[in-house]
């Protein structure tokens, strides 16, 4: 008789055992608006407990009401690895404009930039 609790955390689909990684992750963020304003902020931590590599983020951003049917946000982010990740860092900045077609449809461009460093390996 077996006794005990096995848990599997990806089943076995056609004879593969899927990856036995644990990733734990948590964050807390808030925003507010102020008229036709509305700021947040962000706070996240990655951790993979498999191999003790982990990467904290954290980011602001703000999205303007230009007209009712018309927004322009502006985000900014911050991303570091610790140690087993060489301490790499990264920064990023968004810039998006939305238009709402309806109450469920939008458009809009975006662009993302990234500025990371060049690690060789």
Not at 24 to 35: D, E, K, S
Not at 86 to 104: C, E, I
Request: no cysteine.
């Amino acid at each position: 008789m077996r006794r005990g609790v096995h848990v599997r955390k990806y089943p076995v689909t056609a004879g593969v055992i899927g990856p036995q990684v644990s990733v734990r992750n948590w964050g807390a963020g808030a925003r507010y608006q102020m008229g036709l304003l509305l700021v947040s902020a962000l706070f996240v931590t990655v951790k993979n407990n498999a191999n003790g590599a982990s990467v904290i983020e954290g980011s602001a951003g703000a999205s303007w009401l230009i007209r009712l049917n018309v927004s322009l946000s502006a985000s900014y982010g911050y991303m570091k690895g610790n140690e087993v990740l060489a301490n790499n860092h990264a920064h990023q900045f968004g810039l998006t404009g939305d238009y709402f077609l309806s109450k469920r449809t939008t458009v809009y461009p975006m662009t993302v930039y990234q500025q990371a460093p060049s690690v060789a390996r």
